[in-house]
């Protein structure tokens, strides 16, 4: 298993990001979203380049900020869809693992919005294969107006896009499900898991604490990342120290 962090959770600019996971041996996961708002950040080719001096791999997080590739709207779907392809190129130049992409949102919760919702959204995973990089499809059941709601849908949405993968959000699952929820996506889910995303909480709201600060079972989650042969970032606040302590717990060289 490859693990890497998010410099955009952690609070890190790049230089920084890229000693710490060069000391460490690990991926750096890009925030397209944050490339697209500021344009001083390296290019693609750029980031290529510091990654192959510093040693360091990549994955991406595909944009979500203001993109909806589930939206009823015609102009606002096909501007979701053009960023998300945009994005995808730039992941393939920095030569990512994998990219993890949100399912979208549908505000309005009746009936007949939620069936275009899934139409569009069915219409969007299509129209982005063949992929440069793997996608990872992620459990992110965080408020009503998330499409997806559980298990079943997301299971259900996978085996209608063979060409998908999974990303398993721990704490959003513990968050939607309650505590441990994040395993009943693992044990329905797992044949289809190429990335993780590793952040703690409270179970009450998506807070992104360090490992070990929150009530996820960490143990649980380190046996499962034993032989798996995919990617996973942590999405941690605290700086290095947040990252440091993480990767620690991870590793099994810090008790919790």
């Not at 890190?12 to 460490?24: G, K, M, Q, V």
């Not at 041996?25 to 950040?41: F, K, N, T, V």
């Not at 009503?144 to 993968?165: F, M, Q, T």
Request: hydrophobic share 40%; glycine share 10%; charged share 20%.
């Amino acid at each position: 298993m490859r693990m890497g962090f998010s410099p955009l959770t952690a609070g890190l600019d790049y230089p920084t990001a890229f000693d710490l996971a060069a000391e460490l041996g690990l991926l750096l996961e890009i925030a397209y979203d944050q490339h697209e708002m500021d344009p001083r950040l390296p290019s693609a080719r750029e980031l290529a380049e510091m990654g192959r001096v510093a040693g360091v791999g990549f994955t991406l997080h595909l944009p979500f900020v203001d993109l909806n590739s589930a939206s009823l709207v015609p102009l606002a779907w096909k501007s979701s869809l053009e960023r998300t392809k945009t994005a995808l190129e730039f992941g393939h130049t920095i030569g990512a693992a994998c990219a993890v992409m949100h399912t979208g949102q549908v505000p309005l919760r009746i009936e007949i919005a939620l069936k275009y919702a899934r139409f569009r959204l069915a219409e969007a995973l299509a129209a982005l294969q063949p992929s440069p990089i793997p996608i990872a499809l992620e459990n992110t059941r965080l408020s009503e107006a998330d499409l997806l709601e559980g298990v079943d849908e997301l299971k259900s949405l996978l085996a209608d896009h063979p060409a998908y993968g999974f990303c398993l959000d721990v704490g959003h699952g513990q968050i939607e499900l309650g505590p441990g929820g994040y395993k009943r996506y693992y044990q329905a889910l797992s044949d289809r898991l190429i990335h993780w995303h590793l952040h703690d909480n409270q179970g009450q709201q998506d807070e992104h604490l360090v490992v070990g600060e929150g009530t996820v079972d960490w143990a649980w989650v380190r046996g499962k990342l034993q032989g798996f042969s995919g990617t996973a970032a942590l999405e941690v606040q605290g700086g290095v120290e947040g990252v440091r302590r993480s990767v620690a717990i991870l590793r099994g060289e810090t008790p919790e």
